[in-house]
């Protein structure tokens, strides 16, 4: 029981919102999660979780679930279009070194273990937060069909756009990337790849290649592009091809060629991709917000869902251990910033890395990966991935 908050309201049912969700119910909140969605469960594709997400997991009570429907990866690797490989990252090596493996899983299967942690009745569908008013006793949450609710803490949690930051902090300006991002499932007898993921890196595009386990795999593939051009999903895969169709084609059937074929073209995501720079302030007031809401990365290091769990516990635990809303939310955001702020930071870095394309400059990179140790590269990810929430 926390004295000063007896009910919460979440905006956004995603991997932060359902998490914070599940965290502060755990500790006797009352909770109700609106999201805009009509259906639960985001079509999304794959996801990797790194240790720090899975131990955030297991403090949620969900850890053996998650690994169980997901896929243990073993191996990173990263190769040229042709396939030779740059550099590798034994991942099994972590699991032993900070106590829980990478996992791979489809984003569908996680957020049906996080709703069934909800208790019945706790996320309302088809809700689109419109803003809110908050006062010295609570505050209150309007959504565009006109009902209203009232809580002591509104959490926004609503993504990248989130409705609740623009009210809060509207001078925040997404920064754009440089590139899209497709993303895709497929359903493929290809043993050759239990356990590896893949990254190829060519000129100014990367794909990627991830095992799910149950003969489904996770791909995504990126280039440089403007944002704002959203094709129509038919002409997805025709430029997929165009850009990656004469990649790395060994016999195992997991081809890139191969991989962009099997997915039917309506199925296949595209993202113009934004992070913003690292806010000065998460919060005012009774309102505070998590995950991409706040925080959102770059996909290049895999960590933005996994930062949205570890949020979530971290604010449960600000929240329990604090004496009084103020100084808690303070707690939450000073301990959340740094670290956010950080991997924000060196996800970009990477993200210009890895999209290079002058001829020069990619020939270098490729021999700086291909000469660095993987004791080095371990090193570098261990304070993003070993962190414990
Ligand atoms: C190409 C790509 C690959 C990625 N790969 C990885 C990876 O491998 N590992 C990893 O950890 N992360 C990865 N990420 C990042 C990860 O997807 C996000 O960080 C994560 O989904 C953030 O979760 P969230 O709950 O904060 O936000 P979201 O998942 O965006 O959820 C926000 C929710 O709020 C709802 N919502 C929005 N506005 C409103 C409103 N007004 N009213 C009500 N509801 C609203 C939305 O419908 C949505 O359900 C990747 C991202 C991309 C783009």
Redesign the pocket.
């Known amino acids: 029981m926390i004295h000063f908050l007896k009910r919460a309201i979440v ?7 359902l998490s914070a969700a599940i965290a502060l119910d755990q500790m006797g909140v009352e909770v109700t999660v ?4 009509a259906e639960p469960g ?1 079509v999304g594709a ?4 790194w240790p720090n ?1 899975i131990k955030a997991l297991r403090k949620l009570g969900l850890g053996k679930q998650v690994i169980k429907t997901g896929a243990k990866i073993f191996r990173g690797e990263i190769c040229t279009p042709g396939g030779k490989i740059l550099s590798g990252l034994d991942s099994g090596e972590l699991e032993f070194r900070f106590g829980a493996p990478v996992v791979a899983i489809h984003r569908a299967d996680l957020h049906k273990i996080l709703l069934a942690a909800l208790p019945p009745g706790s996320i309302r569908m088809g ?4 803003g809110f008013q908050q006062d010295e006793e609570g505050v209150t949450v309007h959504f565009a069909n006109g009902q209203s609710d009232r809580a002591d803490l509104l959490i926004g ?7 609740i930051r623009r009210q809060l902090f509207p001078e925040v300006a997404l920064r754009y990337s440089g590139y899209i ?1 497709w ?1 895709g499932v497929v359903t493929i007898a290809d043993e050759s790849l239990r356990g590896i993921s893949r990254e190829y890196w060519g000129r100014g595009k990367r794909f990627g290649i991830v095992p799910l386990g149950n003969r489904r795999i996770y791909w ?1 593939a990126t280039a440089n592009h403007p944002p704002g051009q959203t094709p129509p999903p038919a002409q997805r895969k025709e430029t997929l091809l165009r850009h990656f169709g004469r990649w790395h084609s060994p016999l195992h059937a997991a081809a890139v060629k191969t991989v962009i074929a099997a997915t039917p073209a309506e199925a296949i995501l595209y ?1 113009d ?1 934004y992070d913003f720079s690292p806010l000065p302030q998460w919060r005012r007031g009774r309102v505070v917000l ?4 706040v925080h ?2 770059t ?1 290049n290091l ?7 769990v570890e949020s979530s516990l971290a604010l449960a635990r600000c929240l329990a251990d604090g004496k009084d809303l103020r100084s808690s939310l303070r707690r939450y955001e000073s301990e959340r910033m740094p670290r956010t702020a950080w991997i924000t930071r060196r996800s970009y870095r990477l993200g210009r890395l890895g999209q290079l394309e002058n001829p020069l400059a990619c020939l270098l990179r490729n021999m700086m990966v291909w000469l660095t140790p993987e004791r080095v590269m371990k090193k570098s990810i261990e304070k993003a991935v070993g962190y414990e929430a």
Do not use: F, K, W
């Open positions: 905006v956004g049912g995603g991997i932060g919102g609106y999201e805009q969605a985001e794959g996801l990797t979780l997400a809700m689109v937060c419109s949690a609503d993504g990248i756009h989130s409705r991002a993303r995504y993202n991709i998590l995950g991409d809401a959102a990365t996909p895999g960590q933005g869902a996994c930062m949205a």
